[in-house]
């Protein structure tokens, strides 16, 4: 069997995230978060609910990439319509658990994926604007997938505009507690971290074959909870690296950590 790659490991790693879910929809936007999601429900936790992408649940998770060659005639499992109104009670009702990719997060955990820049009137970079992810924060379990982790990923200070909440209760609105706010992973490409140490530090749970910990704390801006002995991330299995092969047919994956 040929070694896993790094980004096999980190797909396995991050499908952890929905383990203990029981029956919530999963979300994941981009490769590797949308592969994780799959591998969890075909192998980890097989209560937990996908879509097809456009208007219904699938009865296993949809190949990525296109329907061609070899995998032209595979068929989609549609087994109940899932429309906008149906997504909606799962967001507000906090039957959802997405994974998602912010152009910056802070040691909060709050995320931005708007503009970079200090004045909003002028940013440097304009991008997508907060879209979902106000909502998405406080209604529902929530993880993050940074593929370069660096500090210009994990800010010092606060993020540039504050998309989506953390556990920072001088932003809450009021009414609102941290108790409310669920993040559960961080996965990059040099680790895996939580929001497990004292008063939510992110805390560092495993690391990437040849990372060390100083590597990851001098990437980020902030100071991370570092235990002593992190394990390394585990190894995909033969059965793991199967999935995914059955999952990302073009292998697609390849590309999700860039140059």
């Known amino acids: 069997m040929d070694e896993p790659t790094l980004v096999d490991r980190i797909i396995c790693a991050a499908a952890l995230a929905w383990k203990d879910d029981g ?3 999963a979300t994941g936007i981009g490769i590797v978060p949308r592969l994780a999601a799959s591998l969890c429900m075909a192998s980890i936790n097989r209560e937990l609910m996908m879509t097809d992408s456009e208007a219904w649940i699938v009865q ?3 190949p990525i990439g296109p329907r061609s060659g070899p995998h032209g005639d595979y068929q989609i499992q549609r087994e109940s319509h899932m429309g906008f109104a ?19 997060i802070d040691r909060f955990g709050q995320a931005n994926i708007s503009m970079i820049g200090s004045d909003y009137a002028r940013p440097k970079s304009m991008m997508l604007g907060v ?3 106000p909502g998405n924060s406080i209604n529902h379990a929530n993880s993050f997938f940074v593929p370069n982790h660096s500090p210009k990923v994990f800010v010092a200070g606060e993020v540039d505009m504050v998309a989506s909440a953390g556990y920072n209760a001088a932003r809450l609105a009021r009414g609102w507690t941290l108790d409310e706010i669920d993040i559960r992973l961080l996965v990059t490409n040099l680790c895996v971290m939580d929001f497990g140490g004292p008063g939510h530090q992110v805390r560092l749970k495993s690391l990437h074959p040849g990372v060390t910990a100083d590597q990851v704390q001098q990437a980020t801006g902030f100071e991370l909870q570092i235990d002593a ?3 390394e ?16 047919p073009h292998n697609l994956r390849a590309t999700a950590l860039g140059a």
Do not use: C, S, Y
């Open 23 to 25: 029956e919530v929809l």
């Open 60 to 62: 296993e998770p949809v």
């Open 86 to 104: 149906r997504i909606f009670d799962n967001v507000w009702g906090g039957k959802r658990h997405a994974m998602v990719g912010p152009t910056q």
């Open 131 to 133: 879209r979902g992810f």
């Open 229 to 231: 002995g992190v394990p």
């Open 233 to 248: 991330t585990p190894a995909p299995t033969a059965d793991q690296l199967a999935q995914l092969a059955r999952l990302d």
